[in-house]
Each structure stands twice: as C-alpha cells, then as structure tokens.
C-alpha cells in the first residue's frame, strides 16, 4: 500500500510539475510588477523613434529603422530580488508592451495589454514570428506569456 501510495505520488509529481513550475514562475513575476511599471510607464507615453538611450532602460537598438517597434537593449535591465533579466522590449499594435526575459527565464515574456486586450501570436520587428503557447493573467493587464519561437 504504501509503496502504491509513492508511485502514484511521484507520478502525479511528474505529470503536474511544469503547471506547478508555471505558476510558481507568476508568483515570483507579481513581485515585480511595481517595478515593470515604473519600466512600462514613460514608454506607453512616448514610444522611442530612433535607437538611444532611457533612464529606464539604458542604451538600446531600435527596429525597423523608419518605423521601430522592438528595442535591443544594449544593457539588459536585471532586477535583483527576485533574479530577472529584460534584453528585448516589442511594442504591439495596440499598445501593448512585451518584455522578452532572459537568462533563467529565457523563453518567456511578461507583457501589458490595454483594457481588455490579451496576448495573442505576433511578429516582432525582427521578423521573427511567436506563436501563442499559454499566459496567465497577473494583475492590472500584465500577464505571464510563453510563445513557439
């Protein structure tokens, strides 16, 4: 009986851990949120026309050229508690803003969408396509995005 009850236990371990691991990755990203605003902020406001520099993201590559709507940061921006990495900031159709993670959490986006709005597939100013995989829903319009690459 109790060597059933192990089995089963580590089976269901072993088929619930990337949700399990999915939402552990949610909880630490709500912890920032604070700080992804004061991020997000100045550039809802004033989208950036040509490459430079901004307090908030320090140097940065802007494409395509004549109309940008990726910036490259030259600088990654690192939050320390807890560790996450930001080398990419893709700017929507309508708005939205996608912060493209790096590091341990290479592969995943945090994103803001307007009002009623929510991630979906996309093309960014690469040409490189995302294809929608999950998201969960955080708070205030950002969610937790994974896409197909």
């Known amino acids: 009986m109790l060597t059933t009850l192990l089995a089963a ?3 269901s371990l072993a088929t619930g851990h990337d949700p399990i691991a999915w939402q552990s990755k949610r909880f630490r990203m709500i912890s920032l949120l604070d700080r992804l605003e004061t991020l997000a902020q ?29 910036l490259v940061l030259l600088t990654p921006v690192k939050f320390d508690s807890p560790s996450v990495t930001i080398n990419t900031i893709e700017r929507g159709r309508h708005g939205s803003l996608r912060l493209r993670l790096a590091g341990a959490d290479e592969g995943d986006w945090i994103e803001w969408h307007p009002h009623k709005r929510h991630p979906t597939s996309f093309t960014g100013g690469l040409g490189d396509s995302h294809s929608l995989q999950r998201f969960l829903p955080m708070t205030r319009g950002w969610y937790l995005v994974r896409y197909d690459s």
């Not at 590559?61 to 109309?67: K, L, T």
Request: with cysteine; charged share 10%.
């Open 9 to 11: 236990s580590l089976c």
């Open 42 to 70: 100045p550039l809802r406001q004033a989208w950036p026309t040509t490459s430079g520099e901004m307090h908030q993201t320090g140097p940065f590559m802007a494409y395509p050229v004549r109309h940008p709507r990726t």
